[in-house]
């Protein structure tokens, strides 16, 4: 990393690095990848569309920024270079994970999905991974459709720069169902995480009942939708089979963990019965698989709170990584993100040392 | 003031203690189908006896489940009418279901210690997507709930079982029994097809609070929809664990929707949700507030002022930290408020933790106090 550093724009910059676990690559528009995309499915999107399960649509202000729009006039995060002059070299980033939020992965066309999530993978590493060393990436793949996602993850896995496999927030079943395990063997035979963005669907509520009324709600939920992928990881047994798995939950807050963890634990003391394949109490397999980052932050209502939460999942201080979410609405400023009443020391891990430790940077 | 701790007592926490205490949630269940043969109407006695249908199936709890029924739950067979076929064998060879009889909750609730019980019945009419079936169900079980509870023991009080599948009919059954004094809450199960503060409910909402009812939201549902984000879960402990999960959005969706904007002296009780996933949900949603509240104008002060004013929760399932009682009572310090927790055995359901053990005793008294009664006094007028 020091190397990466020294070869940045940011080596004049005296302020310490940072690792973004959270950072858009954006598409101005889908035709931003129809050079890597079969003529075949061109004319196929450009008469009949994409088409994934329909039901989210909330009245809402803005997705982006509007002060990250590149002078182009394109859509914030869709220029490479202007996202790096205008976040990463004044924040002196020294690396960003990409998380391309395309119509990939949730198509119910599964051929039209495949050819979407490598054109997308492509485009990736032509657009942003060569052009842009600071940046890694996830890799797009058919979730819903496991032989296509283990084939693409084949195919770019060796791809260092690509660093996790990534899933919607709500997938059609439980993450940790069988239905994703061969996904989940292809990730770890490449060494690659798997990843959870907050939001997208494919086709359930984001509530455990029905559909809700307002956009706000909609953003509140992804804390309780997070936990149910996070419950069915550690119940299925995944980390068992798996053990060198990584799950990291982007955009999904934090300050769930502890009861959630408490929660579990309880329930398994009563109910192990039923799952007798589970090797360990649920909540020891938090420290060495569960990953979150930060945006958006948790905001308790004392400040002393924070280092509550902190010391009830006492590994949250090595398994949080800080995001921004540039250039969304509501992404956090590296400079007011966190809370004073931290110390610089964990500051150093939540803005550093835990993202170059789970991403090998 | 608390009496120390004995070994062997598991019945309820509330036998540990002189203090005045009140169990805020106690669910008791319908013996068999045929109980409610008194009051059903002949078309749906002539259908349970005639066909395969007995009645609803979908119940919340597994019935063998180890955290289904306490020792000492199940009445003895002569306490209760004999059951229809139809019961899956092994609930009918594990006897008659827990909490089905009054001699049960008298012996091991009242009978130890609590001055009070709110009964909140679990029968899942919810799941009967019959609107006539889930009607004729709920009514029986309410009349039955008169006669064989409310009219049997003072001590006793009730929560009306509704359809809420189809709202109007939820409000109809309500304006039907809320005159009986002894019904002091209306039970909702916390599944449901729809979030509860849509404006398919409103009328509900409505009624409830003008007859001075509180709206009892309790672990459970059978909607027919999954009860996660991302669909269904394998096992039920993962459906027990998620749970508090729907509860959180049902939190969200009553308060966005301006429910207590609309009903400013309505109160809902959390049954089974535990609580210390609230705090944290409660920072959330401010923050969240905070950023999008022109999407819902309506909802003048930061969501946490609206659940602490409005909601209530019973303690349990207490998930709580192992061995570190300090951060468990940090958490109950979080929320930022000493009248939403509520003392409930739920009996006769199984939990991890006794509520007197482990939280209550570590309280300061003042606390401690409304924790065991106070509250649960104050809400349901007791």
Known sequence: MVQTLARSEARSKTRPALIDGDFHNE???????????????????????????????????MDHREDARPPSGRVSGSEVGWSAKDY???????????????????????????????????????????????????????????????????????????VQVQFSGRPQ???????????????????????????GSYGNPITGAGWPSFYLEDHVGPAQAAQANVVSLITEGVFDHFPGLKFVSVENGFGWIPSLMWRMDSAWSLLKSEVPHLKRKPSEYFPDHIYMTTQPVEEPHRPEQFNQLMEHFGAMVNNLVFASDYPHWDSDDPDFALPNILSDEIKQKIHYDNGRNLYNL | MIEAQTEGDRRVATSRTN?????????????????????????????????????????????????AARPNSRPAPDEVVAPLTGRTRAAAAAGPPPASALGVVQREVLGAGAEAAVLCSPYPVDSLHNPDAAVAFATAVNDWQIAEWLDKDPRVKASIVVPIQIPELAIREIERVASHPGFVQVALPIRTQHPLGSRLYHGLWEVIARNNLVAGLQFGGAPGVPPTPSGWPSYFMEEYIDMAGV???????????????????????LLESGFT?????????????????????????????????????????????????????????????????????HFPRVHAADPEEALIRHLPETLARKVRSENARALYGL
């Open chain 1, 173 to 199: 079943e439980p993450m940790g169902r069988r239905k994703y395990w061969p996904i989940y063997e292809a990730a770890a035979k490449h060494g690659l995480h798997i990843m959870s963005h907050a939001f």
């Open chain 1, 27 to 61: 598409l101005n528009s889908i035709k931003d990848i129809y050079p890597y995309l079969a003529k075949r499915w061109q004319t196929h999107i450009e008469t009949h569309g994409v088409r994934g399960p329909a039901g989210a649509t909330y009245p809402r202000f």
């Open chain 2, 277 to 345: 996933w609230l705090p944290a949900h409660m920072w959330r949603f401010d923050k969240e507030w905070k950023n999008l509240r022109r999407l819902v104008p309506w909802v003048k002060r930061a969501p946490s002022e609206y659940i602490r004013e409005h909601f209530r929760v019973t303690v349990l399932p207490l998930d709580e930290p192992e061995g570190n009682p300090r951060q468990l009572l940090e958490t109950v310090e979080q929320l930022g408020s000493d009248d939403m927790l509520m003392y409930a055995s």
């Open chain 1, 88 to 162: 990463m070299d004044p924040y002196n980033v020294a690396h960003a994970m990409c998380i391309p939020l395309t119509p990939a992965g949730r198509q119910l066309n599964f051929d039209l999905d495949a050819a979407l999530a490598s054109a997308v993978n492509d485009w990736q590493i032509n657009e942003w991974l060569d052009p842009e060393p600071r940046l890694r990436a996830s890799i797009a793949c058919s979730i819903e459709n496991p032989p296509a996602a283990v084939a693409e993850i084949n195919r770019v896995g060796n791809d260092k720069r690509f």
């Open chain 2, 19 to 67: 203090q005045s205490v009140i169990d805020a949630a106690v669910h008791n269940e319908v013996s068999s189908t045929r109980a409610l043969f008194p009051y059903l109407p002949p078309y749906w006695v002539e259908h349970l006896e005639q066909t395969q249908f007995k009645g609803p199936s979908d119940f919340y709890y597994p019935t063998n489940s180890p955290i």
């Open chain 2, 247 to 269: 509860f959180a959005t049902q939190v969200t969706s009553i308060v966005c929707e301006g429910v207590f904007d609309r009903c400013p002296s309505l109160k809902v009780a």
